[in-house]
């Protein structure tokens, strides 16, 4: 079982959609859990990140986070075209003093006209 | 801010040659990573630093592979011999606060062996 499982898509949305984005990990004792943005050839670009139970929105993103069903979400509203990326979730443990980080492989999404 | 700043961009080398990735990560930083990114295994940890002390290099695949933080602002990983499988995108990241907040990456090296 890999640590953290995204579905790879491509995920296709309508202009103007909701996306929704989903994560799942294996290790009980992750503290920390964000998304990242990916575009082709390009390095990944921090959306957000989200420490607790429940719902945290930034503008258009919402993050959702279900510790007891190790689940984390990512809800784009009112996509856009220029949101076509890859889409990465990361899972923080703190080990040795510091945030590590483990990634999924990502999911694509593609937003069509 | 210049942000976290990797060269070279792009290097094709040939088997059984040095291969040395620079970093220099956001100045205030005191933690830096060393990712490798591939389409079969997405991003892998290969090694983090803190105030230029190594911590934790266990995702360094095997002894050809090598990092050093020589200063807070200066990284390098190096391959040594490289081999056509460590051909790869290669992330330098930096963070604050134990990267409680995430990191920032560098803008990669993308690495050819042939």
């Known amino acids: 079982q890999k640590e953290v499982e995204q579905n790879s898509g491509p995920l296709s949305v309508p202009e103007g959609a909701i996306a929704s984005l989903n994560c799942t990990y294996s290790d009980r004792g992750s503290q920390s859990f964000f998304w990242y943005r990916q575009y082709s050839g390009k390095s990944p670009e921090l959306i957000m990140f989200?420490?607790?139970?429940g719902d945290k929105e930034d503008g258009r993103f919402t993050a959702q986070l279900n510790k007891a069903s190790q689940y984390v979400s990512l809800l784009i509203r009112d996509s856009q075209p220029s949101d076509s990326a890859t889409y990465l979730c990361a899972v923080g443990r703190w080990a040795g003093g510091g945030n590590k980080l483990t990634f999924g492989t990502g999911t694509q999404l593609k937003v069509e006209l | 801010d210049a942000g976290v700043i990797q060269s070279p961009r792009h290097e094709v080398t040939e088997m059984g040659q040095e291969v040395t990735l620079r970093c220099k990560p956001i100045s205030g930083h005191d933690y830096l990573f060393w990712y490798r990114q591939t389409m079969m295994r997405g991003l892998e940890l290969l090694i983090y630093?803190?105030?230029?002390?190594?911590?934790?290099d266990s995702g360094m695949p095997e002894d050809r592979f090598s990092a050093k933080m020589p200063n807070a602002s200066f990284s390098t990983l190096k391959i040594q011999p490289s081999e056509p499988r460590d051909s790869a995108v290669y992330f330098c990241a930096s963070s604050l606060d134990r990267g409680n907040y995430g990191y920032t990456f560098g803008s990669g090296t993308r690495l050819t062996v042939v």
């Open positions: 989200i420490y607790s139970n």
């Open positions: 630093f803190n105030n230029n002390v190594p911590i934790d």
